[in-house]
């Protein structure tokens, strides 16, 4: 009942490769490898983003934070390296064309994150997609409930 197409394969590494990961978004994709690097790529292109070559041994494991942008990789060396992603891309394709075709209680979540790249609080994307933010939560959104729940 499942179909599989092949999409690409990514390249970089010089040394098998042990871990990879996709970010909660599957927008990039990590491997480790037995080169000591670690890879981010861009899913949508296969091109690579960054090399981290910080680690002394072997990279066995990779993995991103859900809804964050952290990214954690653990080696032989026994270290595992916490990174902090710049990522100002949640907003890069989105836009809010739709916000006055479609009412506010039928935004997906898509449109609520590029409402919130439109108002300059791309911050907040991770945080509500955690959340499952679409348009009817966000106009149930209290001052009390940002604080409370959102930590806003």
């Not at 292109?45 to 910080?54: K, N, V, Y």
């Not at 964050?68 to 890069?92: E, F, H, R, Y």
């Amino acid at each position: 009942g499942v179909e599989l197409r092949y999409k690409c394969t990514l390249n970089g590494h010089s040394a098998p490769v042990l871990a990879c990961a996709f970010s909660y978004d599957g927008q990039m994709v990590v491997s480790g490898s037995v080169d000591k690097c670690v890879i981010l790529y861009e899913t949508s292109t296969g091109s690579i983003l960054h090399t981290l070559s910080q680690h002394t041994r072997y990279v066995t494991t990779c993995a991103f934070a859900p809804y964050s942008p952290l990214l954690a990789t653990g080696s032989m060396d026994k270290t595992v390296n916490i990174w902090q992603l710049d990522l100002k891309q949640p907003c890069a394709g989105n836009t809010v064309e739709n916000e006055s075709k479609v009412a506010v209680e039928d935004w997906s979540e898509d449109d609520v994150s590029a409402w919130l790249c439109a108002q300059d609080l791309a911050d907040f994307v991770g945080l509500f997609k955690m959340n499952n933010i679409d348009g009817k939560e966000l106009l149930n959104l209290t001052k009390e409930s940002l604080a409370n729940e959102l930590k806003i």
